[in-house]
């Protein structure tokens, strides 16, 4: 498996903006189609952002479209997540997730630890 350690997380107030990192290691990380997942307290883990292993490819929840972006660079074995326009609701520990390209989380096989963001009104 591929291990996943995601960074940038914080604290940042309503209209912000936070960019989350994810580098990989392990296994060739062009080989994977890659996510970005949340988890708020009290909810389920919901899709943000997946991108396909070329990057040519990518998919967003109706609650990210038009505010975050999700990238790749497969030299530097990274996903990144700019998040622009940060909302209170946005508040969850964000993962990032490797693995077949899906949607939904259940299909990503290796996981981060997360990395907290916190949106302040």
């Known amino acids: 498996q591929v291990q996943l350690v995601e960074s940038g997380g914080g604290l940042v107030q309503a209209g912000g903006s936070l960019r989350l990192s994810c580098a990989a290691s392990?296994?060739?990380?062009?080989?994977?189609?890659m996510g970005w997942f949340r988890q708020a307290p009290g909810k389920e883990r919901e899709t943000v952002a997946t991108i396909s292993r070329s990057g040519g490819i990518t998919y967003y929840a109706d609650s990210a479209k038009g505010r975050f972006t999700i990238s790749r660079d497969n030299a530097k074995n990274t996903v990144y997540l700019q998040m622009n326009s940060l909302k209170p609701e946005d508040t969850a520990v964000y993962y990032c997730?490797?693995?077949?390209?899906?949607?939904?989380?259940?299909?990503?096989?290796?996981w981060g630890q997360g990395t907290q963001v916190t949106v302040s009104s």
């Open positions: 392990g296994r060739t990380f062009s080989n994977y189609a």
């Open positions: 997730a490797a693995g077949g390209w899906s949607t939904v989380p259940n299909s990503y096989s290796s």
